[in-house]
């Protein structure tokens, strides 16, 4: 039972990146997925959540407007869309999976993929 967090890379600013959460072992159809990020010497930063069948949505206030969180569960994987990069996105990005939005718990975790933005 795992998730596997990719598409991370290094970018310029403005550039995209389409970060994947896949389960394996597991169906993700019946979890909450959040991204949370952490960059060099801060805490850890909840960037966006999505509810098990997509139809609830969060974003912190410093992605709106460019991240788009989606999910396709009977691929077993959900995105994150990440459009208008700047450097302070840089960090590495885990996903999650938990019981619900509502609980804010994240109980299984990926193992992160890096995302650098070069200014």
């Known amino acids: 039972v795992q998730l596997q967090a990719s598409g991370g890379g290094l970018v310029q600013a403005g550039a995209s990146l389409r970060l994947s959460c896949v389960g394996s072992?597991?169906?993700?159809?019946?979890?909450?997925i959040g991204w949370i990020r952490q960059a060099p010497g801060k805490e850890r930063e909840a960037v966006s959540c999505?509810?098990?069948?997509?139809?609830?949505?969060l974003y912190a206030d410093d992605v709106k407007g460019r991240f788009t969180i989606s999910r396709d569960n009977p691929k077993n994987t959900v995105y994150l869309q990440m459009n208008s990069l700047k450097p302070e996105d840089t960090a590495v990005y885990y996903c999650?999976?938990?019981?619900?939005?509502?609980?804010?718990?994240?109980?299984?975790w990926g193992q992160g993929t890096q995302v650098t933005v070069s200014s």
């Open positions: 999650a999976a938990g019981p619900s939005l509502r609980d804010g718990r994240w109980d299984l």
């Open positions: 072992g597991f169906s993700l159809d019946t979890f909450a």
């Open positions: 999505i509810s098990s069948r997509g139809g609830t949505k």
